[in-house]
Each structure stands twice: as C-alpha cells, then as structure tokens.
C-alpha cells in the first residue's frame, strides 16, 4: 500500500521555542492531507485540513497561529507548533489522501510525539 | 455530532482465541464505517468497511457488520494470532468522496500470547 512518513518521530522541546513536523507521501500525490493528534487513551482529533496550494482549514477549538500548516507540494506538509507549552505535549498523525478518493484512500504516518518540558 | 465509542483496552488472548472489540456510534445521516489496525511503530493502515447496512466488511480472517438497529459494528476474528497484536481504531464518516472526514473511537489494543 501507500506510504506516508513523518518526520521526527518524536522530539522534545523546551517551552516557547517552535516545533516542525514533516509529512511525506512518498510513492502517491496527495491533494489532501489531514493533521490529528492524540492524546493518551483518546481518540485521534483532527485539526485541519490542507489542500496543496491553499490554505488550511482547521477544525473549531484549533489555533491557527499556534498550529502553521504548510502545504507546499503534493508530497509534503508540513505541521508547526509555534511557541510551544507543556500543554501541547501530544502525538500527532498526519494522513494523506489520494486524489478524487475518499476514506478508502486515505493513508496514515506513523505518528510525531511531542514533549515539551 | 458524530461520535465513535469502543471498548477500552488492553484485551489480552491467547493465540486462537475468539476476538471481539465493541464499536457503537452516533452519527448523523447514514456513516459508512470503518475498521483501522495500527501495528507497532507504524500508521494505522485500512482493515475493513462497510458502506450502508447489514454490510459485512471482511479482511485477513477479520469481520465485521454494519448494525443499523443497534448502531454498532463490532469487529470479530474467530482465531487470533500473535501477528494479530496492534491497536485497533473503529471510525466513521458521514461524507464521501474528497469532502469526508473521519471521526475515530480511542482504541482498542489487543495483545496475543503464545
């Protein structure tokens, strides 16, 4: 099946600096990516969704200026946390999905754990 | 809204066990549900679906079906295998095409002993 590589898979940052999660499909374009993330012993919550070109839309309750999305080619977007607080220690997943497709279509990264001490 | 609810983990069986993992949900209009399996250090990759009900999705000895009545779409396998050890995502989405969006239950991670 499609692949979908994050990069890094986990990082540890101090309070206040800025994080950069890459997401990658590597063997399909992807028009649509989507963000979540998780956090323990819940479900995964979709932040937003990016179209290549264009600017994401998030989902209610998510900060833009805090979570940049870039989505700058059909193989990459990337995931900023900007300025980053204890309270933003998560895992977050990233999925890509083929064009014109839907669910079916849909392929996940393995995930980026963030701890920000 | 949309909502998925499954059984909390961990389940933990012995090799050849029956498996069931409980999915309910809520949702709004007539969701197309789906079954995700996440391995260890990898993304969570496509099990099963099943589109509208009474549908039985069914992959790599897995089964599971759309209950309308009882909202629920439980995932079975009539004999687990150590290979089987993952966590497993029930989800559902109420679009189709390039407009959906996935709404996802918190896991349920199996593990299977020798």
Request: hydrophobic residues 30%.
């Amino acid at each position: 099946g499609a692949v979908v590589s994050q990069h890094p898979s986990r990082v540890i940052c101090k309070s206040g600096t800025s994080v950069k999660i890459e997401c990658r499909s590597l063997d399909f374009q992807a028009t649509t990516m989507f963000w979540y993330r998780q956090f323990p012993k819940q479900s995964l919550m979709l932040m937003a969704t990016s179209n290549e070109g264009s600017k994401a839309t998030y989902e209610q309750g998510v900060e833009k200026d805090k979570f940049l999305i870039n989505h700058a080619s059909l193989t990459l977007s990337t995931l900023t946390v900007t300025s980053a607080h204890p309270e933003d220690s998560s895992f977050y997943i990233c999925s890509a999905r083929a064009p014109g497709g839907g669910p079916e279509t849909q392929y996940f990264g393995p995930g980026t754990r963030l701890l920000v001490l | 809204g949309n909502s998925v609810t499954q059984m909390e983990g961990p389940v933990t069986l012995s090799e050849e066990a029956f498996l069931t993992i409980n999915c309910t949900y809520t949702a709004t209009g007539y969701p197309s549900l789906f079954w995700y399996v996440q391995y260890p250090g990898e993304g969570l990759q496509l099990l099963l679906k099943a589109t509208k009900a009474d549908d039985k999705g069914s992959n790599k000895g897995f089964e599971a079906t759309y209950r309308k009545e009882t909202t629920s779409f439980h995932l079975e396998k009539g004999s687990v295998q150590v290979s089987d050890s993952a966590v497993y995502f029930c989800a559902l989405t109420t679009n189709t095409g390039t407009a959906s969006k996935l709404t996802f239950g918190t896991g349920t991670r199996l593990q299977v002993t020798l």
